[in-house]
């Protein structure tokens, strides 16, 4: 049921949006592409019909109605789904009916296969060296990085991001920031798990969060939240010493199950002349030896 706190104003708008959104859809399906007859030519627009679309989705042709005009009804993401599947919705749309029906949006699916975007972002963080840069799945785990973030974090691939920061004790050693950033960490966590509630993934992170770490347990009970964005680490590195970073997240329209993880060295802090002298050859092999052990 849309929320009770909503005002009208706001209620009314969405009604709006969702009634001329769903016309629209509606209007695009021809009834041979849904496996229905024509209609021959008494059929007076060539989409679909109100009754046709609540017949396909196994739902009631009074409720459908209601849900096209925009009024304050129950539904459910089961139901949306059916409508969704009838109306032949991509990801982005189905989210959108989401949003305009007042539940939480599924998590971000790209519509695009899941190589689609790989080889050039690998490039691109690529080409941000001798800076460090990472790619993240929606569970933290890291599926593409570049060499700098192998010898300035000591990251592989596929490794979870969020296991690693409050369960490898040498990460922690070496994070010389690490009380200050762990409660956004846990935070931006629970915006996470806030929107997509019944996501498997994420419920499996959770247990697995809480299970081993003390620290993420107690930071969990603050009940926190809040968005990703731009943050500073400090890093204890074992060749070059202090290393100061902004981090920044950022996210590809075109692939949201992804985000692209850049570290920026802090101006005045001599970072950026390390990184320099950690990306010359002579330097590597020592460095991930350092980092790794």
Not at 46 to 58: D, I, K, S, T
Not at 133 to 147: K, Q, T
Not at 150 to 163: P, S, T
Not at 210 to 227: E, H, I, K
Request: proline content about 7%; overall charge neutral; charged content about 25%.
């Amino acid at each position: 049921m849309a929320s009770a706190s909503r005002s009208r104003p706001e209620t009314a708008r969405r009604g709006a949006e969702l009634r001329t959104f769903l016309r629209s859809r509606r209007a695009r399906v021809s009834p041979a592409e849904a496996g229905l007859p024509d209609g021959g030519p008494r059929r007076r627009t060539p989409g679909l019909r109100r009754e046709e679309v609540a017949v396909l989705a196994g739902v009631g042709a009074s409720w459908y109605q209601w849900l096209e005009q925009g009024r304050d009804i129950t539904v459910s993401p089961q139901v949306l789904d059916a409508v969704a599947r009838v109306l032949r919705m991509s990801a982005a749309e189905r989210r959108h009916l989401y949003v305009l029906a007042g539940l939480n949006p599924p998590l971000p699916e790209s519509e695009y296969d899941r190589d689609y975007l790989c080889d050039g972002l690998q490039r691109l963080i690529d080409t941000w060296m001798p800076y460090p840069a990472h790619i993240m799945d929606p569970y933290y785990s890291a599926v593409g990085l570049n060499e700098s973030a192998r010898l300035v974090m000591g990251m592989d691939a596929q490794e979870n991001c969020i296991i690693n920061f409050f369960c490898d004790e040498r990460y922690r050693a070496r994070s010389v920031s690490w009380e200050q950033n762990a409660p956004g960490v846990v935070a931006e966590l629970r915006a996470s798990l806030a929107e997509w509630p019944q996501d498997e993934g994420f419920q499996l992170l959770l247990e697995e969060l809480l299970a081993n770490s003390d620290d993420f347990r107690r930071l969990w009970g603050l009940g926190d939240v809040c968005r990703p964005g731009q943050r500073r680490k400090e890093l204890d590195h074992p060749v070059v010493g202090a290393l100061h970073f902004e981090s920044t997240t950022l996210q590809v329209p075109a692939r949201p199950d992804l985000r692209l993880i850049l570290h920026n060295p802090v101006a005045g802090t001599g970072t950026a002349e390390k990184l320099q002298r950690l990306a010359e050859p002579e330097l590597r092999r020592a460095t991930l030896h350092q980092v790794a052990g």
